[in-house]
């Protein structure tokens, strides 16, 4: 049986989602111990009393947000495994860490398929991971858009990150060509946002601005008005790694342990998308009409005759206007919208052959362009939210 202390407060979530993939694997055990410290021992210049609990209450391990790896490397010298979140990767210490890039990546292949052309970062200065996050998003824009616009704001003193001045972010957002899309680092940073622009009448999400956060915290998300759409990290799945590789580490003598250290990879899931991004405007009223009517049947049977019956337009003009603008056909844009309606109802836990009812889709059929746009089938996508 492990005794592991838990010092961390990414979010409440964040730490809970970890504890309860620690919690999995301890289950297939025998029963471990886990008691959380808060982080403000660290903060406080409290690590030294950090360190002589952890010798009184006889851990075997600790998984926590060290202020460097030098620090976690002391628990070591005692023969406290530690594992340290949010540090960058070390040959002396086993890290638990996320794929930042990727997580931005996603982001901006999200927007793209809205065919949005202005874009824009939210973050916090002085944070590695923020700055990936950024990196990422706003190079996947650059492969992809040309001409795309992109503007940042940061936070400048990440130990003051809970403060923030709503009129210097609607200032901010004011000067942004609209309509735009917005990535905040996290989705504390896009409850800032969400909170500034509310007292801003003329800014409205997402018609004007499209948000989207990253972690997925349903604590934050659905108590923004409007609800948040967010990147959902699988940090539970990170936990029940931890909990492998103290088990594995624990196996072994002390001085036999630094041959098994390794990186744990917080890895991107998918984008649960409430009505913080759930926009169909465009800059051109027509497209942005037959944008409306789309979404608006997306589950009904949709008619290109009953298009051309909104718009001063013939068929064919129609069609070529919607190719120009949205660099896709009417019937592809279609297609798109039904797969990734149909993630949304697999995420909410409808099963394939559910999701393609409410769809009102032959399944087969669906099932095709699914696999064609996505890679994977629908209960592939399914068992991967496992």
């Known amino acids: 049986m492990a ?38 021992l660290r903060d ?11 010798l009184d209450w006889k851990a075997d391990a600790i998984i ?24 960058p990767q070390s040959p002396s210490v086993c890290t638990i860490s996320g794929d930042s890039l990727t ?4 982001c ?7 065919m949005v052309k202005n874009y824009a970062f939210f973050g916090l200065n002085g944070k590695n991971w923020s700055e990936e996050r950024r990196e990422g998003f706003f190079d996947e ?28 972010i609607t200032s901010w957002v004011n000067s942004l060509p609209k309509p735009v899309a917005i990535l905040a680092c996290d989705d504390i940073r896009a409850f800032y946002l969400v909170d500034s622009l ?6 409205r999400i997402p018609e004007d601005v499209m948000i989207l956060g990253i972690g997925n915290d349903e604590s934050i998300c659905e108590l923004c008005s409007p609800q948040l759409s967010s990147l959902e990290l699988n940090i539970e799945e990170a936990g029940y790694s931890a909990a492998g590789l103290i088990d594995e580490l624990l196996s072994l003598p002390s001085e036999e342990r630094a041959g098994g250290i390794r990186n744990i990879v917080v890895k991107s899931s998918y984008i649960m998308t409430r009505r913080s991004t759930d926009s169909v405007v465009h800059s ?14 997306i589950t009904d049977h949709i008619s290109v005759e009953d298009m051309v019956a909104l718009v001063p337009m013939s068929r064919r003009l129609l069609e070529s206007t919607f190719r120009r603008e949205m660099n896709t056909s009417i019937y592809q844009y279609v297609i798109a919208l039904r797969v990734e309606k149909m993630k949304d109802l697999m995420i909410d836990g409808h099963s394939p052959g559910e999701a393609a009812e409410i769809l009102g889709m032959d399944y087969k059929i669906i099932a095709r362009s699914f696999k064609k746009l996505t890679g994977i089938t629908p209960s592939e996508f399914v068992n991967s939210l496992e």
Request: charged share 20%; hydrophobic share 35%.
């Open 44 to 54: 406080n210049g409290k690590m030294g009393q950090v360190l002589d609990f952890a």
């Open 3 to 40: 005794r592991v202390l838990l010092m961390a407060d990414f979010s409440e979530s964040y730490a809970n989602k970890l504890l309860k993939g620690i919690t999995k694997f301890s289950q297939e055990q025998d029963p471990w111990t886990v008691y959380k410290l808060p982080l403000s």
């Open 64 to 87: 926590g947000q060290f202020q460097s790896c030098d620090e976690a490397s002391v628990f070591g010298h005692h023969g406290i495994l530690p594992i340290a979140l949010d540090c």
């Open 103 to 106: 997580a931005g990546r996603l």
């Open 108 to 114: 901006a292949d999200y927007f793209i398929k809205k």
């Open 141 to 168: 824009i650059k492969s992809r858009v040309p001409r795309a616009s992109m503007s940042q704001y940061e936070f400048s003193d990440p130990n003051a990150s809970w403060r923030y001045d709503p009129v210097k």
């Open 284 to 297: 051109n009223q027509y497209v942005s009409r037959i944008l409306r009517y789309i979404h608006s049947n």
């Open 198 to 203: 509310s007292h801003e009448p003329g800014l």
